[in-house]
């Protein structure tokens, strides 16, 4: 295995090579067939991982199968138990599952990474999945829910943040006594590729936790159409998303599905702008803009447009740009592909005629050229029909449309297909709780970005971004299905 990469992390002693996670073994792909994994700010090769194919797929999800009945009935104590081990692995091991998701993803460092966090909350939920008695009609009978797994889980997850979003998905399914199949998206499957050494290291059973490497519409499109899986869940694109629900619909299974954002930035004239800006700049440039929650439209009200376009402008331009391994706020896009896509907006707004007041090139020098670097751009003068007001860019790309008073900020924020998540910035809470209230949208924020620390949060999308939530207190829950026992003592 290639282990070009620069800062010393040896991909190929952490990994085996070209396999993926089958019933506890490391396995090629049946085909022999192998990809390769690349740094997107150099393009070397990290490592090779399988091609995995419908065979792969059938072939996790009987271990899945096979290892299902014993999981569902070990002690949730003691699943609870097994889902802490993995976290204090994975806690032990956080600088290499970070720094090998940000060499796959090409990001800078943001700080600890969440898995251990997300992991230990959710093996605090094992045991404590109840049901409830009912009241009878009967004096003699007695009535009762119990929850039980579904049986074999899919997860299809998107490359942006790979970890994280895998455990989101893994650990509360497991939790609740389901044995699971992850296919990792083709650009970066190597820390779930990590995640599963570690579930196994610390006595996962075999089968329990599966990951097939390869791409989505071989691999993907045979998890999610296979017939024995029994529950799904998806991350990425609402095209692909679509997709998804057909081949459930099918099988007539329950999925959830977290897809795309466009999220608006309100800012409303009282607001503190000394706090808004940096979180606005951070909001669009963190991961590069390849983030479903990225505040890409910045709603501001015309009398402050070019006081906060000019600052905006400026702050884009000190944005430290550059490979993950130097002190950088902002990465490579992920790959060719993705720079293409984000060139393309750029160019699309221009002929919108849409005004690039920062920005708006692809980056080019020694540092840069292997790399798929592209410059935070500002977009002034944005008009909210245009595409680049309306379509998830998935890059650095901050669009600034104005309104005269709150009732167009909101028509302006939901007129999007889009629902996921919101930014307001005021100091005045009537209006902040008017407009949270009225903006479509799974997450409001009130004067800052992102979930800001509130722990068990539910996350989820209205709309096009999406059904059904995670990371919350029900995120086992959800993992479970409802049976009613009716005892008659008659
Ligand atoms: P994508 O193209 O939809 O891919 C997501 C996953 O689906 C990948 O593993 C992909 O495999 C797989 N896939 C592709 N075609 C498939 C098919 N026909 N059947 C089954 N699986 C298939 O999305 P992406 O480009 O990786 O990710 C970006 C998107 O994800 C954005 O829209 C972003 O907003 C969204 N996202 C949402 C959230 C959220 O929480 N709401 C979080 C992160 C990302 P390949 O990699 O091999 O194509
Ligand atoms: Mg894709």
Redesign the pocket.
Known sequence: MSTTAPAGLDVGALLADSAHLIDGEWAPARSGETFDVVNPATQDVLARVPRGSAVDVGAAVQAAAAAFPAWRDTSPAARADLLYRWACLCGENEQEIDLLERMEVGRPRWGPSPVPRTLIYTAGLADKITGQTLPSAQPNVLGMTVREPFGVCGS??????PGP?MV?DVAPAIAAGNTIVV???????LTCLLLAKLALAAGIPPGVLNVVT????????????HPLIRRMS????????S??MA?CARNLIPLH?????KAPQIVLRDANLERAIPAIVTGITLNTG?????GSRLLVDESMRQELVGAIAEAFGKVRVGPWYEDVQMGPLISAR?EKRVLGYLDIGRQEGAEVVAGGRKLTGEKYDRGFFVEPTLFDRVQPGMRIAQE?I?GPVLSVLTYDDEDEALAIANGTRYG?NACIWTSDVSRAVRLARGVQAGQVTINGFGSRGVIGAP???YKH??FGR?MSADSVLDYTQLKTIVINGD
Request: some cysteine; overall charge negative; aromatic content about 8%.
């Open positions: 299809i997850i998107p490359w942006n943040v979003i989101t296919k990792p998206a083709e650009d970066a499957p390869g791409y989505g519409s071989e691999a993907g499109a045979a998890l999610s159409a998806f991350t990425g694109s609402p095209e692909t998303g997709k998804i081949a599905v977290e897809l795309g954002g390849q983030v479903c929650a990225a993705q998830e998935f996921l996350w989820g999308g971004s999406g995670t």
